[in-house]
């Protein structure tokens, strides 16, 4: 909206901008500023009408709960309009009913690569209308079909810049959002005159950015909107309502407690939280985990610490390490990790063969696509001895040869095991007719690990599952905790994240008390 003036100090709000001789307000700034603000969501039964017509098949509204009409009802009144739920609350849904209901002709969702034969499979369950994947490979021309739903990958999206810019779709769905956490799209280069310009990286999120300014109607959609900082949701909120927030070093300034130091600004805190949480009430409905568990089986959740003497024999990795110590970066703590990984092997293989035994379904996730081909390799052995199944693939394996594998697993009835890498099936996948989920390597954000479990405790679940995360004592397994642990806090306060606050209680266990913290240290330092 528009207003002759500001109250004291509401220029500084992010968003908030001087415009014509008066000042242009966001809709999700006028309750911060003291402003009347509408409601602008549709009613639920409003929502539920949309699933009740064509193009949806019969019986469809029959399946949608109500915090998927709440989604829906928000996305329908509020152009740009966020959708914060756990993994498996059924999110696909909500989206096609913003295209079917916002769109008549020009429909997009852009998704993560891993995702697209998941909303592929979804629009022919659900609706009549027909899938269109936008590859790498332009196979295929952007028309305005009125039975089609184009779907793209953001890995993929700046190959399709200009094409879908010119479509100007109707209705977006933004799926997995907190994908664009980097949120840059300018370089700054100085002239010789001393004037600075911008230069377009012509990158994914500056691809998002222009087809979001082409577009009408925006709907983000991620599980994990704060994947390890408060500023990694600045690019999400720029995208769905551009102009909005201000600039992202406004934002981070403002609500991500920015800090100058020696080589420039940094974004690493929270501040000013409870305006940050005002404001985003007013353009998200937040889904809690607890909602969609009562319409889910049992999950239990468990951290195994190994002891030294619990661990096996790491594998030969003082080559590695040694030639990591001579690269520098991260390859010292890569090489860390993988050393501490192949200690627990030992212990998996032990948790695998009882689970087999118990004629029960496993997914092992694993950090490095090295480890796993090793124990991919030695789990199949184990499995074949056991007459099940088993099946290994990481993110050098196709997307179609994954997909595969997971329709094979997702069939059987048990005993079968599947591993896996995180970074290649923590995302946008279904395995929720999983018992054992065996989280051999911890990632480094509280996304990952809200991601990964997502994977099993899903809409569509059909057996308890036990989520088992392996931490080998006296190794980096304990320095990674620490970071994740150092980064929940803000994710529970700001995200109302009560699956956050459980992670942090379940990892707090682990030893980093000042003799640990130094015994750890001492080994990254290479005197171990």
Same mark, same amino acid.
């Given at each position: 909206i528009m207003v002759p003036d500001v109250p004291r100090g509401g220029d500084g709000v992010p968003g908030v901008k001087a415009w014509g001789g008066g000042w242009r307000v966001p809709l999700n700034a006028q309750g911060v500023l003291g402003l009347p603000v509408a409601d602008l969501r549709c009613t639920l039964d409003a929502a539920r009408?949309? #699933? !009740?017509?064509?193009? @949806?098949?019969?019986?469809?509204?029959?399946?949608?709960? /109500?915090?998927?009409? =709440?989604?829906?009802?928000?996305a329908m009144g509020i152009s740009g309009f966020h959708g914060w739920a756990p993994p498996g609350a059924g999110k696909t849904l909500v989206g096609l009913g913003l295209l079917v209901h916002r769109a008549s002709t020009r429909r997009l969702v852009i998704t993560k690569a891993g995702a697209r034969s998941t909303w592929a499979d979804q629009i022919q369950r659900y609706t009549t209308l027909r899938p269109v994947m936008l590859t790498s490979t332009k196979t295929t021309h952007v028309t305005q079909d009125s039975n089609v739903v184009y779907v793209t990958a953001w890995e993929t999206l700046k190959y399709w810049r200009k094409e879908l810019a010119s479509f100007s779709p109707e209705a977006v769905v933004y799926d997995e959002t907190h994908w664009l956490r980097a949120g840059k799209r300018y370089k700054p280069l100085v002239g010789t005159d001393g004037k600075t310009k911008f230069q377009d990286l012509d990158n994914t999120f500056s691809a998002a950015c222009e087809i979001a300014r082409r577009s009408t109607w925006h709907l983000s959609l991620t599980a994990t909107p704060i994947p390890g900082r408060v500023i990694d949701l600045w690019p999400q909120l720029e995208l769905c309502e551009p102009h909005q927030w201000g600039g992202r070093h406004a934002f981070g300034? =403002? #609500?991500?407690?920015?800090?100058?130091?020696?080589?420039?600004?940094?974004?690493?805190?929270?501040?000013?939280?409870?305006?940050?949480?005002? =404001?985003?009430?007013?353009?998200?409905?937040?889904? %809690? /985990?607890?909602?969609?568990?009562?319409?889910?089986?049992?999950?239990?959740?468990?951290?195994?610490?190994?002891?030294? !003497?619990?661990?096996?024999?790491?594998? !030969? @990795?003082?080559?590695?390490?040694?030639?990591?110590?001579?690269?520098?970066? /991260? %390859?010292? @703590?890569?090489?860390?990790?993988?050393?501490?990984?192949?200690?627990?092997?030992?212990?998996?293989?032990?948790?695998?063969?009882?689970?087999?035994?118990?004629n029960q379904k496993v997914v092992v996730f694993t950090g490095r696509r090295r480890e796993c081909e090793v124990l991919g390799a030695k789990l199949t052995k184990l499995a074949h001895t056991l007459k099940a199944d088993a099946w290994w +693939?990481?993110? $050098? %394996?196709?997307? +179609?040869?994954?997909? !595969?594998? =997971?329709?094979? #697993?997702? +069939?059987?009835? $048990?005993?079968?095991?599947?591993?896996?890498?995180?970074?290649?099936?923590?995302? %946008?996948?279904?395995?929720?007719?999983?018992?054992?989920a065996l989280i051999a390597m911890l990632p480094f954000t509280p996304e990952k690990l809200r991601q990964w479990e997502g994977r099993f405790t899903r809409l569509g679940q059909v057996r308890p599952v036990l989520l088992t995360y392996i931490v080998a004592r006296t190794t980096v397994d304990e320095h990674v905790a620490d970071i994740v642990l150092d980064k929940l806090p803000h994710v529970a306060q700001v995200g109302e994240d009560e699956e956050a606050t459980a992670i942090q209680e379940a990892l707090a266990g682990i030893d980093w008390s000042e003799a640990g913290r130094a015994a750890l240290l001492e080994r990254l330092s290479g005197s171990d």
């Open positions: 009408a949309v #699933y !009740a017509a064509a193009p @949806f098949k019969g019986g469809v509204g029959e399946l949608v709960a /109500d915090h998927q009409l =709440r989604l829906l009802a928000g300034v =403002r #609500y991500a407690a920015g800090t100058k130091n020696a080589y420039g600004w940094e974004y690493k805190g929270l501040s000013n939280p409870q305006e940050l949480r005002q =404001r985003l009430v007013c353009v998200r409905e937040r889904v %809690s /985990d607890k909602e969609v568990n009562k319409l889910l089986p049992p999950k239990r959740r468990e951290v195994i610490r190994l002891e030294v !003497a619990q661990q096996g024999r790491p594998a !030969a @990795f003082k080559k590695a390490i040694k030639n990591a110590r001579a690269q520098g970066g /991260d %390859s010292m @703590f890569e090489a860390l990790l993988m050393e501490a990984a192949s200690r627990k092997h030992k212990y998996i293989e032990a948790r695998v063969r009882t689970a087999l035994e118990g +693939a990481h993110g $050098g %394996s196709s997307h +179609a040869e994954r997909d !595969a594998m =997971r329709k094979d #697993y997702m +069939a059987h009835p $048990g005993p079968c095991v599947l591993v896996g890498t995180g970074h290649a099936w923590g995302e %946008s996948i279904d395995l929720q007719d999983t018992d054992l």
